[in-house]
């Protein structure tokens, strides 16, 4: 049974790019929520998601941040527009329908050169 | 606002001692408690949870203690070991309310020296 993948493990972009960070969940589970770390900081909460749905978007900055988590396929944390602040560790986790506890990937380390 | 904190950035601590590693929060309706512990450029990995229906859970060399008075939980390592060197971090949620999302504190730096 894989664990959470994340894919890339590291990515690049420059300022005005955009960014795609993909997360396939353990099999079996149902919930995705992403977070965000940055530099001496802990993890920042995102977004939670089920399939199709959007359960709690609450920790998504306003603007150029969007997520998905489609019938089939990974769930997609997408950045419009990079900014050099954008740079930090984007950590993807999931989890069984009963929750239970949460599995996390070993997350995607984006740069906005 | 932090609904979660670990008021310690950094802790060191002797092979065969124990670790005692603490975290305060703010918010009644957690009722669920975690810790995890991250190694540089890798993903947190569970370690250890606690139900707020009960003060104490253990696991081999870990135990998580939970005070709901005094909204403050602690992760026991003993003894420690070169090997747990690691940023731990403990996270809380509402899992019997409508939110699933992990709060996480801002983590403590344990070094264990042989």
């Known amino acids: 049974n894989a664990g959470v993948m994340q894919n890339p493990r590291h990515l690049v972009r420059r300022r005005g790019q955009e960014a795609r960070l993909r997360c396939s969940p353990m099999?079996?589970?149902?919930?995705v929520y992403w977070y965000r770390q940055l530099p001496e900081e802990g993890l920042k909460f995102m977004v939670y998601l089920q399939k199709e749905n959007i359960i709690d978007e609450s920790g998504m900055p306003k603007e150029r941040f969007s997520a998905e988590f489609p019938k089939e396929g990974p769930s997609i944390l997408r950045i419009q527009q990079v900014v050099r602040g954008d740079s930090a560790a984007y950590f993807c986790?999931?989890?069984?329908?009963?929750?239970?506890?949460?599995?996390f990937g070993q997350g995607t380390r984006l740069t906005v050169v | 606002d932090q609904q979660v904190k670990q008021n310690s950035p950094s802790l060191s601590v002797q092979e065969g001692r124990i670790s005692i590693l603490n975290c305060d929060y703010t918010n009644s309706m957690f009722d669920y408690f975690l810790w995890y512990k991250k190694y540089p450029a890798e993903g947190p990995t569970f370690l250890i949870s606690?139900?707020?229906?009960?003060d104490k859970n253990e696991d081999g060399r870990f135990t998580v203690f939970l005070n709901k008075s005094a909204k403050h939980l602690s992760l026991h390592i003993v003894p420690s070991q070169p090997g747990d060197s690691a940023v731990y971090f403990c996270a809380a949620s509402d899992y019997g309310g409508s939110q699933g999302n992990l709060i996480f504190g801002k983590g403590t730096k344990l070094s264990v020296k042989p």
């Open positions: 986790a999931s989890s069984p329908p009963d929750r239970g506890q949460a599995f």
């Open positions: 099999k079996g589970h149902s919930h």
């Open positions: 606690i139900s707020s229906i009960k």
